[in-house]
């Protein structure tokens, strides 16, 4: 059986980590700076971000709600196509959730789906970069330009990759990055990082130590500490930080597996048979790397769909859709407004089926999926 994803764990973590967490040294914060050099050397993050590890991407995205100082007038903009993390993170601040829609080429919000949804309560606009191919940040960063509105990334699925050379997650007012066992890097079942410019230094502090002071106060700037906003627990621990220092080396390694794999599965559907009218494909913006997050094929209609998801299971090959749109959820009823059309998300979520996408899969499991997908399409188009 070839299952959807297997988290990356290398094996030389178990015994390095195993020994060292004998004698952590909890509530020191050796770790986390060692932990950060490596994820800034890894993923290229320049000297003018700051990085804080949380539990998940969830809890970076709650950060910046709470930075935001949010209000039951302010809108939230984002993909309908999303994971309800994102959405999570906004609705529950009280602000309004406003859905845009993507295009249906590069799978990501865009200047020109997003442009008619900016009113005077627009607060930020978050776009997520699906499968690591980043959103037309350059149209998004035009339109908010002159205004006080911020762009803030759900970079979940963009470890190791960059657009015009910036890792994502670093080029927004503030992002984040997860570490899910679901995503490229794991810090060993969950994890995810905050990375903000110093604009907001105080403010997620402050959410760092549940809403005091108490970082002022570490550095002797005041003699006592007060509870002063809402803030939380947020930091990852030691053990998975310590995990994700050793795993963040093999980043390269696991991004150029992955993207060999897509290669392999793009030029197969493209070149050695012709699919055309049967299968699209997510499209790249100029300037966007990938990092082999996800191959999404995009099928000419639901049934099609369907049928291959079934083929590919009962031949032992794990094929999954993906986000429901959000819009179209009870939660999303409730917390979010849709106030143009979202053909293009509405179509695609019916149509998109992710294929089996790992660092490890192997040469020989690569060939039996494609095997499949040739003898299923052969019979169908
Ligand atoms: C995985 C994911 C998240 C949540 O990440 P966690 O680390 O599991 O909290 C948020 N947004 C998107 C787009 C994701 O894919």
Known sequence: ????????????????????????????????????????????????????????????????????????????????????????????????????????????????????????????????????????????????????????????????????????????????????????????GSGGALIYDSFWHEQVQACLYQGTNRSAFLDGKVPVYHWEQLGGEFLMTYYHQLFLEKALPDLDWVTNRRLKISNDFFNFLTSDYNFDEHITFQKTVEGANGNGHIFPIILRDEALKRDLMTYLKANGIHAFTHYEPLHMSRAGRKYGDTRVSLESTERIASRLLRLPLYATLTDSEVEKILEHLKLFLKGRC
């Open 1 to 188: 059986m070839i299952p959807f994803n297997k988290p990356y764990a290398p094996e030389h973590i178990s015994m390095s980590v195993a020994k060292k967490i004998l004698k952590a040294p909890l509530g020191d914060e050796t770790q986390h700076h060692l932990t950060v050099d490596t994820l800034r050397v890894n993923h290229g993050i320049l000297s003018d971000r700051q990085v804080v590890f949380t539990q998940s991407a969830t809890q970076a995205l709650e950060i910046m709600a709470l930075c935001m100082d949010l209000n039951a007038h302010d809108e939230i903009i984002m993909p309908s196509f999303t994971y309800a993390a994102t959405a999570n993170a906004f609705a529950r601040t009280g602000a309004r959730i406003v859905f845009a829609d993507i295009d249906p080429y590069t799978l990501n919000i865009s200047l020109e789906t997003v442009a008619p949804l900016i009113t005077k309560h627009t607060r930020a606009i978050i776009p997520i970069h699906y499968g690591g191919i980043s959103a037309d940040l350059d149209g998004l960063i035009k339109l908010i330009k002159g205004s006080e509105i911020r762009l803030l990334e759900d970079a979940a699925h963009g470890i190791g990759a960059n657009y015009k050379g910036k890792a994502l997650g670093t080029i927004g007012s503030m992002g984040c990055l997860s570490f899910h066992h679901t995503k490229n890097i794991t810090a060993g």
